[in-house]
Structures are given as C-alpha cells and as structure tokens.
C-alpha cells in the first residue's frame, strides 16, 4: 500500500455520501409530513401531552397539546386548548411526555394538526440542507481522490 492516504480518504467519503443519502432520506419524509395536512396551516406551539402507550392490548399514539382558535372560527383568538393525535404521530423525533413541539394546525379545523418538530431539534429545511451538504462533500471527496490518483 503505496498511499495509505487514499484508501482512507475514500472511506471518509463513502462515510459522509451515505450519513448524507440517510439523513437526505428522512430529512424529506418529515418534510412530506406537511403534505398530511392538506391546508396551509398555521404554525404554534404546544407540548406532548401523553407519551404513546401501550395499555394490554391496544396501542394508543402520542398527543399534543396546543392553543388555537374555536372549530369553525378562524378569525378568533387562540383560546381554545386542544389534545389531540397529530396526523402523523410517528413524528421526525420522538415524542415523549413534556417535550416542547413546533406544530402546523389546520386553520379551517384545529384539531387537524400535523408535527413539524420538537423544539430542540433542526427544523426539516435545515437539516435537509446539512445531509445535501454532506452528501456532496463525500461525493467531491471521492472524485477529488480518484482524480489525485490517476495523477
């Protein structure tokens, strides 16, 4: 092995193409989550209300609970608490009682809401924008390797 150097410059570049093709991957099924709602949607704030659990048999999803404005009054304050399960209640991250999230409701019908994030975790677009990153990192670095090879 004349240039060791290669060889792990080659790994590090499959390591980042594929940490970039994965994440990429999630990255655009959270952000496909938004498609759920089917509306615009209005962004808010809320927090996991009950954890999912599982009592004998049955299996019930996670809720949130969030402010909004009355069913069919979309003009009016915010007002209203709502517990509900999100449309997609296999969230980007895991949501466990407590934890703050960044929520999209309907504004035609609040109890129609869907998860964008917890509050300490990237948003969709960001890391979305980090896994493309590193996906052309690790693509660059491997066509800059092989083109130092054949040198």
Not at 6 to 16: E, G, Q, R, Y
Not at 106 to 127: G, L, Q
Request: positive net charge; charged residues 15%; contains cysteine.
């Amino acid at each position: 092995m004349h240039e060791p150097w290669l060889t792990v410059s080659l790994l590090f570049a499959a390591l980042w193409a594929l940490i970039g093709a994965h994440g990429t991957r999630a990255a655009l099924r959270a952000r496909r989550s938004l498609n759920l709602l089917g509306a615009p949607g209005i962004r808010t704030t809320g927090e996991v209300a009950n954890a999912a659990r599982r009592v004998g048999a049955s299996y019930h999803p996670p809720q949130i609970r969030y402010q909004a404005p009355p069913v069919g009054h979309p003009d009016a304050p915010p007002d209203r608490t709502y517990r509900q399960v999100p449309l997609n209640p296999e969230a980007p991250n895991a949501l466990h009682r407590g934890t703050p999230v960044i929520l999209h409701y309907d504004p035609t019908d609040p109890r129609r809401t869907v998860v964008i994030r917890t509050a300490k975790s990237y948003s969709p677009t960001t890391n979305l924008v980090w896994c493309v990153g590193f996906m052309a990192a690790g693509v660059g670095l491997g066509l800059g390797v092989g083109v130092c090879s054949l040198l």
